[in-house]
């Protein structure tokens, strides 16, 4: 019924923080498996000999595809998808989906048409997700970044903080300003804990470091994404990063000649002189493993929480810029997030007013769950709820 079909965004999106419940907070605390672990082999066709009807499975974008962002990392996770199970899968695409009613319509129609499981990409797809999950038991929901489970829908996330620490120890290696602009979406705790976790990795290069927010309260706007990224460029940063779905930041850095840290999807096609690298976003894995688990009767409403362990976030190829010692540095950090030996909310952490909200130790999945302050070297504010 839908194949590439793009919805018009609506206005109103999230904007107040959102706090995370104590379910998701508990099913934190625990070790997520990998996208793999909980793969199964596909179910055998009927002893008949017919063959077994593809398991149709429906992805809601909440922008266009495009050729980097946000959503076509999603699509990209989809295509691997695809390419591992073959005929065992027939996915719908539809996108530039706003938030709210018209997201319920889309997810209730695909459900109405025979898709079992349904991917919703957007956070504030949840709630919607919920209702249509209600209505039809048997359809199989994954919601990105959610909160919530319910018994035929789950949650799914990436440790995304973990390469925002990585990009922000590069930025501060390299900048000689020591000030960051970081261009942000909505003040949900995925956002906050990327930015905090941004810029102690940039000051544990360099202490004195700092990072300017800016908020959009959208997701995807380019123009708006454009006019953020220029004021913090006229404050004086000499690097830029965000949190938000077009190119408008990467193409505005390439024109600017300020350096980038660029999100979801490796950037140098856009900005190629001015990228340092991209924390890049990974799906194939954790939906071929998700479809699996459908289609062999095994599926269940586990949260996921991958990171760089489980191949859900790397670091893009570092810019010809960077210094080998430099490299080395990063790769050699990289490595360490990846087999727990580095972890970038651990040690003494300070908010911003100076107050300390952890004296050693490394912070509970439950607390980086809830994350609602700043840390110390963030110039910006949390817009109230």
Known sequence: ?????????????????????????????TTWPLPGATAAPAAAPPQSGAPAAPLKIGFVYVSPIGSAGWTYQHDQGRLIMERKLGAAVKTTVVENVAEGPDSERVMRDLAATGHKLIFAT?????EPALKVAADYPDVKFEHMGGYKTAANLNTYNARFYEGRYLAGYLAGRMSK?????YVAGFPIPEVIQGINAFTIGMRAANPRATVKVVWLNTWFDPAKERDAALSLVNQGVDTLTYHSGSTAIPQLAEERHVMLLGYQSDMRDIA?????????HHWGERYTAVARAVIAGNWKPVPFWGGVRANAVHLAPLGRQVPPEVVRQVQDAERAVAAGRLAPFAGRL???????????????????AQMNWFVQGVQGQLPKP
Do not use: H, W
């Not at 300003?177 to 602009?181: D, H, L, P, Q, V």
């Not at 190629?272 to 890049?280: R, W």
């Not at 300070?350 to 980086?368: F, H, L, P, W, Y």
């Open 1 to 29: 019924m839908y194949k590439n079909l793009s919805l018009a965004p609506g206005r109103d999106r999230r904007s107040a923080l959102i706090r995370f419940t104590s379910l998701l907070a508990a099913c934190m605390a």
């Open 122 to 126: 957007s956070f504030g797809y949840l």
């Open 177 to 181: 300003t020591g000030s960051a602009g």
């Open 272 to 280: 190629p002189t001015a990228q340092l690298s991209s924390v890049t």
């Open 350 to 368: 300070v908010d911003q007013n100076g107050a300390v909200r952890q004296a050693s130790g490394t912070m509970r999945d439950a607390e980086i």
